[in-house]
């Protein structure tokens, strides 16, 4: 499955961004795919992840923030991004895996991700 990222860019604090993540295809009926972010010297983080279910997580530092969701007939996975801090500065990877991915808090390091998209860049001012 290919992955490509889009809708990064820079804000103010405060304000809104809407990533979007279109993928090839799904590749089963069964999956789950994920927001990660990764800030220059820091480790990836978990952001956020969907089942196919339709069963979602957050990282508790996006929690009440950020909103992921996903339009099936567009094959699209979406991250709505309200509220953001500087500390929301990272870059910003979707990923999918098998729906087992989702069923354990190991989806915030993103285990059992097998596919990754290139990033998009999001920069918060203050």
């Known amino acids: 499955m290919q992955l490509v990222e889009s809708g990064g860019g820079s804000v103010q604090a405060g304000g809104s961004l809407r990533l979007s993540c279109a993928a090839s295809r799904y590749t089963s009926s069964n999956y789950c795919m994920g927001w990660f972010r990764q800030a220059p010297g820091k480790e990836r983080e978990g952001v956020a992840i969907?089942?196919?279910?339709?069963?979602?997580a957050y990282g508790e530092s996006v929690k009440g923030r950020f909103t992921i969701s996903e339009d099936n007939a567009k094959n699209t996975l979406y991250l709505q991004m309200n509220s953001l801090k500087p500390e929301d500065t990272a870059m910003y990877y979707c990923?999918?895996?098998?729906?087992?991915?989702?069923?354990?808090?190991?989806?915030?390091?993103?285990?059992?991700?097998?596919?990754w998209g290139q990033g998009t860049q999001v920069t918060v001012s203050s």
């Open positions: 990923a999918a895996g098998p729906v087992e991915a989702c069923y354990s808090r190991s989806w915030l390091y993103g285990l059992r991700f097998g596919d």
């Open positions: 969907i089942a196919s279910g339709g069963g979602t």
